[in-house]
């Protein structure tokens, strides 16, 4: 679509990428001439990255990297001081200088457009620190949706965060990976606007939708398109980390596109590179984060794939867990717990807490009997309590799953449904309630009710995201700085053993807040007058919003990390 239009920024930029450019100027011939009609030749090879190679047929053939280059791309998030000459390009480039001085690396080589080329038409979508608009590009005509971001404070943090979101986004190229086509600021304003394509529905609100029932090819086309996006990504060494439905943005076309790439992060495949385990939407998180792991890998977005393909199949979600202690219940119930020798050779910080007296024997097939044969070996796969048993998502693409009738269907062959978003079903949702509290007729009552019920399952419990560690930042940041919706993301930093999850120590559980029907070992739960409370949610604390120093917090999205110290990667 070409948002980022106009001239070259600077003779620095342009050949750092001109570089990248020249290694595979093949590879992006076929993209650019698509994006040329609407926009300069060479910005719009600029905005391409250079070394993304587009496949339509899923497969992920990596451009060679040529002498010299870094193996692993890593976000520059500590860098927070760009050359100056760099800022002063950008700054004249019409970039606003509070975004320039902090993430002048996601920046490079595009140029801001202006918000009144653009139309808002309406609000479509709400996340934790953005709205998202559909919205009309005044110059193409085209509608698109506006990712906007808020900055109350410019925190440079907060901005830094946005910039690994940019900054992944631009390396990423394939057919089912949402596309940032453009940013747009201004130099009065502190939110930035990321644009992309516009989407009418995504999967939860697809899922969520009355009288939608996915047929086997359907699914399979639908978990393809997420396998694919997924390749193509951990390719690249991205994980994505928060795979679930609403994440999912489906186009008029049957075309799935992985989405918010907010909590994503380059990994290491050396594992050299400790991460968070606060990662990945409950119901969708695996055990090895549930239990406290820093070094992991692919097996993260497969697990939530896993779970996916359950959903979707089952027509619900699979492991509807009310807090972390009974999500990791959930998982042993269904996927057994882990093997002695996974324990051993795992060293999971929180291993000693939450391995059972009595181990769990693995009922998947057993309990997913009704689904296609060919399902079972693949959701078996994916849901492996060993990561390293999940394989790849090459692997899954290959299963029998996919090579065994009835194929996936062509996603053009898609029935055409209304517009449906996780936010239509919320809507839905509220709308019930109100005709139910306005004591409306009987028989509309019931079927918005079924409606209802049918969202609340599509999405995980608000109370599920709400953490230990995102708990205690909030208090602090909401005391010690008048900040809210960008604390929420971006906590102070701290030290790992400071607060929350001392890495390798063991923690203290208070048992009242233990689901009842959790027979971990008993000697694990020790009683502690901490303000611990990491195993938050309708048990511990019912609430939705907490009120706290005066302001209401809204604990009902998933917490997103920052950066701590230097050993931990976000
Ligand atoms: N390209 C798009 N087209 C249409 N709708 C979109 C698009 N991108 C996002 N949305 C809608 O906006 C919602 C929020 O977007 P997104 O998930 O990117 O924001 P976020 O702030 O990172 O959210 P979260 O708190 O879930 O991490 C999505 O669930 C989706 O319904």
New binding site residues.
């Given amino acids: 679509m070409g948002c980022v239009i106009s001239r070259e920024v600077s003779s620095g930029i342009v050949s750092e990428v001109r570089e990248e450019r020249s290694v595979s100027a093949e590879s992006n011939r076929k993209t650019d001439e698509v994006s040329v009609k609407n926009a300069d030749r060479n910005l719009v090879e600029v905005q391409n990255g250079g070394n993304q190679k587009e496949d339509k047929n899923g497969g992920d053939n990596r451009v060679p990297r040529p002498r010299g280059e870094r193996r692993w791309p890593k976000p520059n998030l500590r860098l927070s001081n760009p050359p100056k000459h760099l800022q002063g390009e950008q700054v004249a480039a019409g970039w606003p200088p509070w975004l320039t001085a902090v993430c002048g690396e996601a920046l490079s080589g595009w140029i801001p457009r202006k918000a009144d080329t653009f139309e808002k038409i309406d609000k ?7 709205n ?1 608009y559909k919205a009309k590009d005044m110059l193409t005509s085209k509608i698109v ?1 506006l ?1 906007k971001v808020r900055f109350d404070n410019l925190e440079p943090e907060s901005v830094k965060f946005m910039a690994r979101e940019i900054i992944i986004l631009r390396r990423l190229n394939h057919p089912n990976v ?1 596309k940032l086509e453009g940013l747009v600021t201004s130099r009065m304003s502190c939110s930035l606007y990321l644009v ?4 009418l529905h ?1 999967l939860a609100g697809l899922a969520a939708s009355p009288g939608i029932k996915f047929t086997e090819p359907q699914v399979k086309c639908y978990m393809h398109q997420l396998l694919s996006g997924l390749e193509h990504c951990h390719n690249r060494n991205i994980l994505h980390r ?1 795979i679930k439905g ?2 999912l ?1 489906i186009d008029d076309g049957g075309i799935l596109k992985i ?2 790439f ?2 994503a992060s380059f990994f290491d495949p050396n594992h050299r590179h400790p991460m968070t385990s606060r990662v990945v939407t409950l119901w969708y998180r695996p055990p090895e984060l549930l239990l406290g792991a820093t070094d992991y890998g692919v097996g993260v977005d497969l697990w939530s794939a896993g779970c996916i393909l359950g959903e979707l199949l089952a027509g619900k979600p699979i492991m509807p867990g009310r807090n972390e202690v009974e999500q990791l219940h959930k998982i042993y119930k269904l996927c057994g717990s882990p093997s002695d020798e996974y324990w051993k050779k795992s060293k999971l910080p929180n291993a000693t807490l939450f391995k059972p007296r009595e181990p769990y024997k693995r009922c998947i097939r057993d309990t997913f009997k009704d689904f296609p044969p060919s399902a079972l070996p693949l959701i078996d796969t994916l849901l492996a309590i060993d990561p390293a048993e999940r394989k790849t998502a090459s692997d899954a693409l290959r299963s029998e799953f996919f090579t065994t009738e009835p194929y996936a269907c062509d996603p053009s062959s898609l029935p055409k449904y209304p517009p449906s ?3 239509d079903a919320k809507r839905r949702d509220d709308e019930a309630r109100r005709l139910r509290a306005a004591g409306k007729a009987q028989v509309d009552g019931v079927r918005k009710t079924r409606t209802r019920d049918r969202a609340i399952k599509a999405v995980p419990a608000p109370e599920a995201n709400a953490e230990l560690q995102s708990n205690i930042d909030r208090r602090r940041l909401i005391s010690h700085a008048n900040a809210k919706s960008k604390s929420e993301k971006f906590p102070p930093p701290h030290q790992d053993g400071q607060l929350g999850y001392p890495l390798g120590s063991s923690h203290h559980i208070d048992p009242d807040i233990v689901p009842p029907d959790v027979p971990f070992s008993s000697t694990s739960f020790t009683y502690s007058k901490e303000p611990f409370q990491a195993w938050s949610g309708p048990i511990a604390a019912p609430k939705r919003k907490k009120q706290i120093s005066g302001e209401t917090m809204d604990l009902s ?2 917490f997103k990390d920052k950066v701590k110290g230097k050993k931990i990667i976000v």
């Fill in positions: 479509i979508g709400q996340g934790t620190y953005s998202v949706a990712k949402v992309f394509d516009y989407m995504d928060d609403s994440n943005l989405a918010d907010g909590l978003k996780e936010m999205k998933p």
